[in-house]
Each structure stands twice: as structure tokens, then as C-alpha cells.
């Protein structure tokens, strides 16, 4: 798996974004805010997933005030979180890499915990996880929101998260080993939100660890996440990545039982 060559940066912060024009230019300000007290400084990439607001418009001008060097990603049309989380993490630079989503909904000193995990050599890759017992939500999803995460977790991925010993799967506050982030992203072909599942089974399919960190977390009610329109096409992706890593998961739960006895 060829990588982009790492440069001297430390870290580099991809934020996807979709329609995002009133949004982006709060966590270009907050992600640039952090950058300039990082060690070894760092760069955000804006992948933009083919808005058709002026969200690439409006992240062009922050990024010409920024501190920090900001990048904007244009993807020419709307192709899925997934496929912007890739593009920009396959076109970043930094000895780490994460991705965000979009609103702020985790401040970004909380990255901090990761990349010491990363350091101590505990894993190559660091998830922020809102289900951990000290984790804090400022503010809670929607009661119909909190029904769909529970049907989806249970009925879907329970199993995928027993055995990777995870409680949370689709925090969108991730932290990688740059060159393993763009190994295993180079690799991977979800286009749409089911993108951190694919890249959890190619994590494990190669070896690496993955641990999960606490973080404070606030609902962004403006998520372009819409449960009710993904539904079909969630269910589609589990039912493919479920039969393209069958042998992942079948070797995981061997493990486990052999770990067991």
C-alpha cells in the first residue's frame, strides 16, 4: 500500500463537510486555535463532499486569515462522509492524522488523549467514544435520535463491537498513526457513513490496535445525518462488509473463545 510521504508536520485535522456554510468557518477558527499550541505545528484539510451552499467559498476565505496552513478539498459532487473523510486523510501530511466532524461537537484539546495513546504505543489508532463511563454529554441527541443509535448498535454492529471491544463505533472524533491512517483509507471503498466500520475491519484484518478515549460531546441538532433516509443504504454496506470480512470476524471470535477457555 503506497502512502503519501510524511512531511515535518505533527498533526494534520481533516473536517468533512456537506452544506456546512455557516458552520465551517467556527471550526477552521477552533481547529486553527489548537494548531498553533501543537508541537511540530499542523494543517487542516476542509474535504468538502460536493456542497452546493457556499461552504467551499466561505472555508477559502478563513483559510486566507488562518494561523495555520488550511487546505480546501472540493469534491466535485456529493459522494458521502466517507469519501471525503478519505480524500482528505489521503491528501494530509501529518505524523498524526484525525478526522472531525463538523460543528465542534468534541473540542479539539480532547485529541490530546489520543495521540498520547498513539505515543505510548497502546495502539496506532485512537477513538473519541461518548458511551465510556466518564465520558460528558453537554448535550444529548434527540430521544428519536438516541432510538436509532440503540436499533442500529443492537441489531446491527453488536457483535462487530464485542469483539473489537468497543463501545463506540461512530464517534466522528478519530485519531490515527498518519502513515496507517493513509494505509488503511488508501484501501478502503465505503463511500457513506458506514466508512468507520470498514476501517475498523481493516484495522483488525491487518493487526493494529485500536483504543478508545473519554470525551466531552454536545449533539449538533444540524448532523446531516438523516436516519431515516440512510436507513436502506446503512443496511446495505453492514450486509457487504459483513460478507467481504467474514473471515476477519470469524477469526476474531475464534480468538475470543480460545482467550475464553
Known sequence: MNTKTTETIGLSIVIPTFQEARKVGGDIAAASEFLTRFPDGGEILIADDGSRDQTADVAEQCAARSPVSVRVLR????????CAVRTG??????????????????PYQEAMTGI???QSG??????????????????????????????FHWLLIHDLKRLANLT??????????????????????????MFDVEIILLAMKYGYRICEFPVDWSWDPDSRLKPSHEAIKVLRDLIWLKHQYGDVLSTQRNQSKSAAQ
Not at 489521503?90 to 498524526?96: A, K, Q
Not at 463506540?168 to 457513513?193: E, H, M, N, P
Open 75 to 82: 469534491l466535485e459532487r456529493n459522494r458521502g462522509k466517507g
Open 89 to 106: 486523510i489521503l491528501e494530509s501530511r501529518g505524523r498524526y492524522v484525525m478526522f472531525a466532524d463538523s460543528g465542534c461537537c468534541v
Open 116 to 118: 498520547e495513546l498513539i
Open 122 to 151: 497502546r495502539c496506532q489508532i485512537a477513538h473519541g467514544s461518548r458511551k465510556m463511563s466518564v465520558s460528558h454529554i453537554h448535550r444529548p441527541q434527540s430521544w428519536y435520535r438516541r432510538l436509532c443509535s440503540r436499533l
Open 168 to 193: 463506540d463505533t461512530q464517534c466522528g472524533f478519530k485519531v490515527y498513526d498518519g502513515q496507517i491512517a493513509r494505509c488503511l483509507y488508501a484501501v478502503s471503498t465505503i463511500d457513506g457513513f
